[in-house]
């Protein structure tokens, strides 16, 4: 078994957590369980989870996406660290 992954946020990363919280007070609960997600299983080997390597991305900007539910996390994982970039939310009319 491999051990834990270290979670670590960017200070944009929590500017927009505080922003979203604000609008959005469900969050809270969202980060919590991305987090949980992320210790654990930040590449997704059991796929259990909607996590989506992006292509084109290179280090530092957000290389793998993490979706629970309306809200996207983008991170990067380097040696045992997960790196948090980016909180966001899609609106639901987005693809209308």
Do not use: W
Not at 63 to 82: G, K, M, N, S, T
């Amino acid at each position: 078994m491999t051990s834990p992954f270290f979670i670590r946020t960017t200070p944009r990363f929590e500017r927009m957590l505080v922003r979203l919280t604000r609008a959005h007070p469900d969050l809270v609960d969202h980060y919590a369980e991305a987090i949980a997600i992320l210790a654990a299983d930040p590449y997704n080997r059991s796929r259990a989870y909607n996590i989506l390597k992006l292509e084109g991305v290179r280090q530092g900007e957000g290389q793998y996406r993490l979706r629970l539910r309306r809200f996207r996390f983008r991170y990067d994982i380097v040696r045992q660290e997960v790196v948090l970039h980016s909180c966001s939310l899609r609106r639901e009319d987005t693809y209308r």
